[in-house]
């Protein structure tokens, strides 16, 4: 169950009715009945203030279910198996064609700088489910992992250019070993530091820190 944030987890139908036998609050959403039958995943999110035990996971729905957010606490044997988020090569093809060369362009970033790519938010749920998330003014996000420190600040220009020069938003975060995450903006502005989401919370903390290995001490405080 230590899984970290952003992860992709299915689930066994068998269980996904029990959990949804348990949400009265849940009963008239007619795509939630289908959802592990079809295999579709969920992700993993930080708890919310009132929840203990379990793995708390989510899902957002499309704008044609509106675009509610499910929030879920699942239980070790519900558990069917656990996945990364899809990378950007895989993605392309699901974006529409003006998002392509943008696409791309990031694919050879990653590979460039040998990190991993990959897309979460609304293009990676359409990949993932086949429904419709994308829309006129959506924005494309993703997650890269960290380069090499002496490689961060030329990815960051680069990635600030492949920006600029895009018909939609690139946001997205930069992702440690350990699951923890901040916002390439943030870091690409050179504040001294930045909010780091981690499996449990959101700190703000050094740059240093979130760089570095992860040590409570470096971070200012706990952010609600």
Same mark, same amino acid.
């Given at each position: 169950?230590?899984?970290?944030?952003?992860?992709?987890?299915?689930?066994?139908?068998? @269980?996904? &009715?029990?959990?949804?036998?348990?949400?009265?609050?849940?009963?008239?959403?007619?795509?939630?009945?289908?959802?592990?039958?079809?295999?579709?995943? =969920?992700?993993?999110?930080?708890?919310?203030? #009132?929840?203990?035990?379990?793995?708390?996971?989510? $899902?957002?729905?499309?704008?044609?279910?509106? &675009?509610?957010? $499910? @929030?879920?606490?699942?239980?070790? /044997?519900?558990?069917?198996?656990?996945?990364? +988020?899809? /990378? =950007?090569?895989?993605?392309?093809?699901?974006?529409?064609? *003006?998002?392509?060369?943008?696409?791309?362009?990031?694919?050879?970033?990653?590979?460039?700088?040998?990190?991993?790519?990959?897309?979460?938010?609304?293009?990676?749920?359409?990949?993932?489910?086949?429904?419709?998330?994308?829309?006129? &003014? *959506?924005?494309?996000? $993703?997650?890269? *992992?960290?380069?090499?420190?002496?490689?961060?600040?030329?990815? +960051?220009?680069?990635?600030?250019?492949?920006?600029? !020069?895009?018909?939609?938003?690139?946001?997205?975060? +930069?992702?440690?070993?350990?699951?923890?995450?901040? #916002?390439?903006?943030?870091?690409?502005?050179?504040?001294?530091?930045?909010?780091? &989401?981690?499996?449990?919370? +959101?700190?703000? !903390?050094?740059?240093?820190?979130?760089?570095?290995?992860?040590?409570?001490? #470096?971070?200012?405080?706990?952010?609600?």
């Amino acid at each position: 169950m230590h899984l970290m944030r952003q992860q992709l987890v299915r689930v066994s139908p068998g @269980a996904w &009715k029990t959990r949804l036998a348990e949400r009265a609050d849940l009963s008239g959403e007619p795509l939630l009945q289908e959802w592990a039958v079809r295999g579709w995943p =969920l992700i993993v999110r930080r708890p919310l203030p #009132n929840e203990e035990g379990g793995l708390p996971v989510g $899902i957002p729905l499309p704008p044609s279910a509106g &675009k509610r957010r $499910i @929030a879920v606490q699942l239980q070790p /044997e519900d558990l069917a198996s656990v996945a990364p +988020l899809p /990378e =950007l090569r895989d993605a392309i093809d699901t974006a529409p064609s *003006s998002w392509r060369p943008t696409l791309w362009k990031l694919t050879g970033l990653a590979d460039g700088y040998c990190v991993v790519g990959r897309v979460f938010g609304s293009l990676a749920w359409q990949l993932l489910t086949g429904l419709t998330y994308l829309g006129p &003014k *959506s924005d494309l996000d $993703i997650i890269l *992992s960290l380069p090499r420190r002496d490689q961060l600040e030329p990815l +960051l220009a680069d990635l600030a250019e492949i920006d600029s !020069c895009a018909p939609m938003r690139v946001d997205g975060e +930069l992702v440690r070993e350990d699951g923890a995450t901040a #916002n390439w903006r943030e870091l690409r502005r050179g504040c001294a530091e930045v909010v780091v &989401k981690t499996r449990t919370a +959101l700190e703000l !903390c050094s740059v240093a820190a979130f760089l570095g290995t992860r040590d409570a001490r #470096n971070c200012v405080r706990q952010l609600t």
